[in-house]
């Protein structure tokens, strides 16, 4: 910092960095900089829109049933505040370009409001989520390791259970049990032909409904009702219908959607530290006519935030 | 001219400089903070060198002590040091898996742009700075983050066995360098904390790629045309193609294994519906790529120096620029080449087998243009030219093993022996380190403004040399009998190939150690460097050694890099001087350094 702090300005506007020759080649930089970056986020995000397309052809029904518990109301309403965000951002370096310092302040302050905005809505969908059951890795109801002990589920999980998969001890009734009987004729009731021999835990999820005292013990959540999502379009795949591999399954569904929409989570965060460093710059009216690289490269990031929101969106919530 | 005595720096015309304390970017600030927030590149490239040869030895240290367990059937190391049978076999995963991890991670991938790239670049664009210099430093920053994370790995075992912390928390690392699911789902060693050390560097890798190309784009002087690029840009440039189009794939796979192993997602598990072998192609189309990030500067180092110690015009330009281009792209598409056991389909393995030779073509063309760059030439066999002809062997070997296994047939017999092991390390340490050991060389006049002892140089090279190829050429043939990898222990009939490579990798040790000592011999005592000692042409050349603190006392113009007409070789000085086509500048008496521009 130092050595670029000690070089006079005699003779270049007090923006432009001493390496650059002229203002026009610095904000080139800049933003041929920052779309090299933002390839970059799109690449990363590519691979969980890879691990979406092989999970949810690897698993439909999955796909079909899990996706109705997302909240569509919700999802649509972030969906308009996102993009009137990005409406208030590109107006802002618009705003920028033509130094109206007041109107900038204003505008930056409006998409910032829409981010807060879209993050308090994405914590009423998780807190949702939460108490229904539907989180991530064994607190999630459809995990075969939901309701045990946290520090047996996961590591050990497959302790416990018995050696040989198809083989049910009389004394542990499982999931596939209960709805065979509920809907014998429409489910494969042999996982060990499949030829899948994971091990079935012997729980107490028949119900989904976890004991008292395991719900008091730890932190997870209590589910109380039933666990399946109401089904209202024809042709949907219910619960009884889906294949005991599918129902154990189900979880997957959540998992990609917590990583996806956790990762732009994070991404919105970042992005609105970005605009509140931005906003406190304008307020000290640092941007104008002659420089404005920064309101400019914030904004691409906000619009690739908001771009990746736009594919996220149909994808976890309206696909069927 | 030649009244001036040996140890003094000379500029371009061999003309005296009288150097000014504060007017060299060494000596420019003072103190340990002047160093840490510096934003100048050169500075941040020679504190890249610092940490990246500290993790080299590091790397080093775990494969000695594996060759050293391998140099007898059975246990070796292990009983000396007061373990049993089993505690051996771990302490030998725990070692192969931190030398890979640390060489490949903290070595291989960022020593070449990160030292070389970082100080050279920008002065071969006769720029005064890389185009984000915060970020540059950030870069840095992001390395030292990464390396404190494994060094943690490292640590932990040590903790956790002096019960100082968990051994929940797990302990060293015993994966192998790929971090495979499901094992490393499941095993309780410092898994996360690896990962999340590799995640931060990848940072590092995309930050600096990002760097490079907006300058490369934006910032060559005057006169620079793309196709006056001296090449060891265009390798540098199709180095950060690369490094920003595979790296977040890198990041999210990582990030999606820490998921894994902390929310139990089922991604990759398969008893929880997860698809380990989706790993493997996340995984690889990444380090598939990264092998090219490693290897292609490595090619742009040895195009300069080949073509400066053989007094010849590059041959064929063009064709080694887009070549570096092309293997960039290829590199994207031949990943499943590294499944071809893992059960992915035959139409799938038959289609990358056929694209992996293709990466041939382009490599092929690279050696042609060398060797055809030399024929004829004024060869001058310096320190640099010799790691660079060491190269050509080296790669060649190297390179054509790889057809053995991008073969399917041959490749399900060769796949996890020490064949594989021979071929990669003929790759990446014989090709990919003889180019970085002939670069420094090269640069290090520039670098350090102090010429290195020629002999002595020589010497290590011809050492190295030799231990490299006692190390691994035998591998080759152990692979191909038989011997798999990863194994702590074998059978009687190996053990020559084994004694023979650990004396080699002992051979090795002691002629990079004896690098090393020239290095810092050189720092103490070597003789002032002139701005020229190669006849070189490319521009950072064209300025004093080592360089002042801008650069360059007045914008350079760009021109033909490999045209070395204008300089000539003065005995005296036992420099080129580059000869005066116009009228002669006034002698250098007020200014510190002259201007240094030419046409």
Redesign the interface.
């Known amino acids: 910092m130092s050595d670029t702090a000690n070089h006079d300005h005699h003779d270049h506007p007090p923006h432009l960095a001493h390496h650059f020759d002229n203002p026009r080649q610095q904000f080139e930089s800049g933003k041929l900089g920052m779309w090299v970056f933002l390839a970059t986020e799109i690449l990363m995000f590519g691979g969980l829109f890879c691990a979406y397309a092989v999970y949810r052809a690897n698993n439909p029904d999955v796909f079909l049933y899990a996706h109705e518990s997302l909240n569509t109301f919700w999802g649509t309403v972030n969906t308009v505040i996102l993009l009137a965000s990005s409406f208030t951002m590109a107006w802002g370096v618009r705003a920028a370009q033509l130094g109206q310092k007041q109107l900038l302040v204003t505008l930056l302050c409006l998409t910032l409001l829409g981010g807060t905005g879209f993050m308090i809505i994405k914590g009423i969908e998780y807190t949702e989520k939460w108490e229904d059951a539907k989180w991530v890795g064994t607190w999630n109801q459809y995990h075969p390791g939901f309701g045990q002990p946290e520090d047996e589920a996961p590591a050990d999980f497959g302790a416990g259970v018995e050696p040989e998969a198809g083989v049910v001890p009389e004394d542990s009734p499982r999931v596939e049990d209960a709805e065979a009987e509920a809907a014998p004729g429409t489910i494969d009731t042999a996982p060990a032909a499949s030829g899948f021999a994971r091990p079935r835990l012997a729980d107490d999820r028949v119900s989904m409904i976890r004991p008292a005292a395991a719900a008091s013990a730890g932190v997870r959540p209590e589910v109380i009702e039933g666990d399946d999502i109401p089904t209202v379009r024809p042709g949907y795949p219910t619960r009884e219908q889906m294949g005991p591999l599918d129902r154990d399954r189900t979880h997957i569904f959540y998992q990609i959607y917590y990583l996806m929409t956790g990762l732009h989570g994070i991404h919105v965060l970042i992005g609105m530290g970005l605009i509140g460093w931005i906003a406190v710059r304008a307020v000290f009216g640092h941007f104008g006519p002659a420089y404005y690289t920064p309101v400019d490269l914030v904004g691409l990031y906000w619009h690739l935030v908001d771009l990746i929101w736009i594919f996220l969106f149909p994808l976890l919530y309206l696909i069927h | 001219m030649s009244s001036i005595p040996n140890n003094v720096p000379t500029d371009v015309y061999g003309r005296e400089v009288k150097r000014q304390p504060g007017d060299h970017y060494l000596n420019?600030?003072k103190g340990i903070?002047?160093w840490l927030?510096?934003?100048?590149h050169k500075r941040i490239g020679i504190m890249y060198m610092i940490v990246v040869l500290t993790a080299f030895l590091l790397g080093g240290i775990f494969a000695l002590l594996l060759r050293t367990e391998l140099i007898s059937p059975g246990l070796t190391l292990g009983p000396v040091l007061g373990l049993n049978e089993d505690e051996t076999f771990d302490f030998y995963n725990h070692m192969f898996t931190l030398h890979g991890a640390v060489m490949v991670f903290l070595f291989i991938i960022p020593a070449v742009p990160a030292i070389l790239g970082n100080f050279v670049l920008?002065l071969m664009l006769g720029?005064?700075?890389?185009?984000?210099?915060r970020?540059n430093l950030l870069s840095w920053y992001f390395y030292m983050a990464g390396l404190v994370f494994f060094v943690w790995v490292l640590l932990s075992g040590v903790l956790s066995s002096a019960g100082l912390i968990p051994d929940s928390w797990g302990f060293g690392l015993d994966t192998g360098w790929t971090f495979y699911t499901p094992y490393s789902t499941d095993t309780n060693t410092a898994v996360t904390a690896a990962v999340m050390g590799a995640f931060i560097l990848g940072f590092s890798s995309?930050l600096t790629?990002?760097?490079f190309?907006?300058?490369i784009?934006?910032?060559r002087a005057p006169g620079l045309t793309w196709f006056r690029l001296p090449l060891f840009l265009w390798a540098l440039y199709a180095t950060s193609i690369i490094q920003?189009?595979a790296?977040?794939?890198l990041?999210?796979?990582l990030?999606?294994l820490i998921?894994e192993r902390?929310?139990?997602?089922?991604?990759f598990d398969?008893?929880?519906?997860?698809?380990p072998v989706?790993y493997q192609h996340?995984f690889w189309f990444y380090s598939h790529p990264a092998v090219y990030i490693m290897i292609l500067p490595a090619f742009g180092i040895i195009s300069e120096v080949i073509a400066a110690f053989s007094r010849k015009h590059i041959f064929g330009y063009k064709f080694i620029a887009f070549s570096s281009v092309a293997i960039a792209l290829l590199g994207f598409i031949v990943w499943g080449h590294h499944m071809f056991v893992s059960g992915q389909s035959p139409v799938a393995n038959a289609i990358f087998s056929l694209l992996t030779f293709s990466v041939a073509v382009p490599s092929a063309i690279k050696v042609f243009n060398w060797v055809t760059t030399m024929y004829k030439g004024a060869i001058r066999l310096d320190t640099p030219m010799l790691y660079a002809i060491g190269f050509l062997g080296m790669f060649l070997i190297g390179g054509l093993t790889g057809l053995f296994l991008g073969s399917l047939g041959t490749d399900v017999h060769l796949h996890d022996t020490y064949f594989v092991v021979a071929h990669f390390h003929f790759v990446m340490v014989g090709s990919m380190m003889f180019a970085f050991l002939a670069g420094m060389y090269f640069w290090w006049p520039k670098i350090f403004g102090k010429m290195y002892c020629e002999w002595a140089g020589r010497l290590g090279a011809v050492v190295v040399f030799i231990g490299f190829i006692a190390t691994f050429y035998i591998q080759f043939v152990a692979g191909s009998q038989g011997m798999p990898r990863r194994y702590a222990t074998y059978p009687d009939m190996f053990w020559t190939h084994h004694f023979v490579s650990t004396l080699g990798a002992y051979l090795l040790g002691l002629g990079l150690f004896w690098v090393l000592g020239t290095w810092i011999h050189s720092l103490v005592k070597g003789k002032a460097a002139p701005a020229n000692p190669w006849g070189h042409n490319s521009l950072e050349w064209h300025t004093v050694s080592p360089p002042p603190?801008?650069n360059f006392a007045v914008t350079p113009r760009g021109s033909d890099p490999y045209h070395f007409d204008d300089w000539h070789y003065d005995k005296d000085l036992d420099t080129y001087v580059l000869d005066l086509k116009e009228e002669k500048p006034a002698p250098a008496s007020d200014a510190p350094h002259t201007p240094t521009t030419t046409g």
Do not use: C, R, W, Y
């Open positions: 420019h600030g903070k002047s927030l510096t934003l100048d920008p720029a005064k700075d890389v185009a984000f210099p970020l995309i790629g990002v760097n190309i907006a300058s784009h934006m910032l920003i189009l790296t977040p794939v990041a999210i796979t990030l999606l998921a902390l929310l139990q997602v089922g991604i398969p008893a929880l519906g997860g698809d989706l996340f603190h801008e």
